[in-house]
T-cell receptor
């Protein structure tokens, strides 16, 4: 059974600081997704990582994937208040019956002024 | 605004009621999903439809009954729910069952069982 672990589960950051969220998963996969969820809102797709060494950047967020280590990271540069949200990584275990996402527990990010 | 539309946004029902949740997308996606999300938890997959056929049922109790009348519409029929079924129910869609493109989520229906 695929397990996806995120850490930390809660992150309180000062504005302007850098930090990294980690996502480990237990079985082979080269499909990893990062989503953002604001309170009471839907999940918004941030990044799709589809191969070993993949790196994607959007604004202050950068995501990477190491399939050999079964690890993805979401790096936050110079945090701003607008980044406060819950961030989920999700892995597609590539089962024969298709696209089935297994989510990590989520990281609640709070950026303080 | 999301491209996956869910109605209603909020629903309060008693344990003996029958109600339905509705989800609609017009992106030409052929796979549609129902998830359940409890507070401060990740979404949990319930059902997957592909080309209007049920592909995955994650051992969901029979008081939840999904239906996919056409490629744009997905319903979730609810009957005799329990208080522990109170949650946010999210619908999602993707290009296809084996697509590597991300799933697109609706805003969800917040369900409360009295």
């Amino acid at each position: 059974e695929l397990k996806v672990e995120q850490n930390p589960l809660f992150l309180s950051m000062q504005e302007g600081k850098n930090y990294t969220i980690y996502c480990n998963y237990s079985t082979t996969s080269d499909r990893l997704y990062w989503y953002r969820q604001d309170p009471g809102k839907s999940l918004e797709s941030l990044f799709v990582l589809l191969s070993n060494g993949a790196v994607k950047q959007e604004g202050r967020l950068m995501a990477s994937l190491d399939t050999k280590a079964r690890l993805s990271t979401l790096h936050i540069t110079a945090a701003v208040h607008d980044l406060s949200a819950t961030y989920f990584c999700a892995v597609d275990p590539l089962m024969e019956y298709g696209n089935k996402l297994v989510f990590g527990a989520g990281t609640i990010l709070r950026v303080k002024s | 605004d999301t491209e996956v539309t869910q109605t209603p946004k909020h629903l309060v029902m008693g344990m003996t009621n029958k109600k339905s949740l509705k989800c609609e997308q017009h992106m030409g996606h052929r796979a549609m999903y129902w998830y359940k999300q409890k507070a401060k938890k990740p979404p949990e997959l319930m059902f997957v439809y592909s080309y209007e056929k049920l592909s995955i049922n994650e051992s969901v109790p029979s008081r939840f009954s999904p239906e996919c009348p056409n490629s744009s519409l997905l319903n979730l029929h609810l009957h005799a729910l329990q208080p522990e079924d109170s949650a946010l129910y999210l619908c999602a869609s993707s290009l296809g069952l084996y697509s590597n493109q991300p799933q697109h989520f609706g805003d969800g229906t917040r369900l409360s069982i009295l």
